[in-house]
C-alpha cells in the first residue's frame, strides 16, 4: 500500500530514527550482515561454478602410445578417432614435445635433477591427445577407445590398454560435488538469513508502534485514514532495508577489489574474473531484496498489532 502522505511519512520515520537510533541500528546493522552473506555466497557460488567450467573444458584424453608402435598404425588411429561423434580434434604428441611439456611444468630443482640423470633418455611416451566437444562424455570415449582393436594395436601397455589411457574426470567430478552441497548449503543460509532479517525488522516496528500507541489512537479519532497511519512505519522499514542493503553492497564491492586480484595473484592458473553483469545483478538483486523484507516485514508488524 502506498502511504497516503509521503512527506510525513518520511519525517515522522526521520524522527524515530533519532529517538531510538539502537533500535534502528540493531535492524539496520542485522539486515546489512544477512545481505552481504547472501551476496558472498551467491557471489562465491558463482565463481566456483566458473572454475568448474573452466576445468570441465581443459578435461581432454592422453592416449599413451608404444615406442615401438607403427607410425602409419598410429595415424591411422589418430584419424579414426577424429571421426567419431563426440571427438572435437585429435593431436598427436610426440615423446620430445612430452619431455619438453614435462621440463616446462615441473620448474623446481627435483624434477631437473630427474631429467639430468637420464643421460639422454626420454622415457616419456608419445600420445594422441583427444578433445571432445562435450566434456561429460570423456568416461564414454575413453571406455570406447580401450575397447577398439587399433588403439590395442599401439597402446603403451598391450596387456591391459586401459593404464594407456588417462583423464582428469575424477577431479571434475570432485568439484561438481563439492559445487553441489555449496549450493544446498547458500540456499539454506540465504533462506535463514532472509527470515532473521524479516524477524529483526518486524520487532522493529513492533516497538514503534507501541511507542506511539496514544498517537495513533488519537489520530483514529480526528479522521486520519489507514494510509495516513501506516505510511510513517512502512516508510520506516523500508528505509532500515534500504541503507543496509547499500552498506552490503559497498563493502561487498571494496571486498571484491581488494581479495580477488590476491587471488587471481596467487592462483593464476585459475580465473576469478566475473562478468560485470553478474556483479551488476546480484547488486541490484541484494537491495531489491533488502526492500522487499523492509516492506513486509512492516506490514505484517501493522497488521498484527496496528488495529486500524
Avoid at 619438453?100 to 594422441?128: F, H, W
Amino acid at each position: 500500500m502506498v502511504p497516503s502522505n509521503i512527506g510525513y511519512s518520511l519525517r515522522e520515520a526521520g524522527r524515530h530514527f533519532r529517538r531510538n537510533w539502537s533500535t534502528v541500528l540493531g535492524a539496520i546493522v542485522t539486515i546489512f550482515l544477512s545481505l552481504f552473506v547472501i551476496g558472498l555466497f551467491v557471489i562465491g557460488s558463482v565463481m566456483v561454478t566458473n572454475l568448474v567450467g573452466s576445468v570441465e573444458d581443459r578435461v581432454t584424453i592422453q592416449a599413451f602410445i608404444a615406442d615401438d608402435a607403427n607410425q602409419e598404425d598410429v595415424d591411422a588411429l589418430q584419424a579414426k578417432v577424429e571421426s567419431w561423434g563426440s571427438v572435437d580434434s585429435v593431436a598427436y604428441k610426440s615423446k620430445e614435445e612430452a619431455l619438453n611439456e614435462y621440463k616446462e611444468t615441473m620448474s623446481n630443482r627435483n624434477a631437473a635433477d630427474a631429467v639430468a640423470a637420464l643421460d639422454g633418455q626420454n622415457p616419456v611416451p608419445a600420445s594422441l591427445v583427444i578433445t571432445l566437444k562435450d566434456p561429460k562424455s570423456v568416461e564414454d570415449v575413453a571406455s570406447q577407445l580401450t575397447s577398439d582393436s587399433d588403439f590395442k594395436k599401439v597402446a603403451d601397455d598391450h596387456d591391459n590398454p586401459t593404464n594407456s589411457v588417462q583423464y582428469g574426470r575424477e577431479t571434475v567430478e570432485r568439484l561438481f560435488s563439492v559445487t553441489y552441497y555449496l549450493r544446498i548449503g547458500a540456499v539454506v543460509l540465504v533462506a535463514l538469513l532472509a527470515f532473521i532479517a524479516f524477524v529483526f525488522i518486524n520487532n522493529t516496528i513492533r516497538l514503534a508502534i507501541a511507542a506511539r500507541r496514544r498517537e495513533i489512537a488519537i489520530m483514529r479519532l480526528v479522521g486520519a485514514s489507514n494510509g495516513f497511519i501506516r505510511g510513517p512505519f512502512m516508510t520506516e522499514g523500508m528505509l532500515e532495508a534500504l541503507i543496509g542493503s547499500i552498506l552490503a553492497v559497498i563493502v561487498l564491492h571494496v571486498g571484491m577489489g581488494l581479495v580477488v586480484p590476491k587471488l587471481q595473484n596467487s592462483l593464476q592458473f585459475l580465473s576469478f574474473e566475473l562478468p560485470v553483469h553478474v556483479l551488476v545483478l546480484t547488486y541490484i538483486s541484494l537491495v531489491v531484496i533488502g526492500m522487499l523484507l523492509g516492506l513486509f516485514g512492516s506490514m505484517i508488524a501493522m497488521r498484527r498489532y496496528l488495529k486500524v
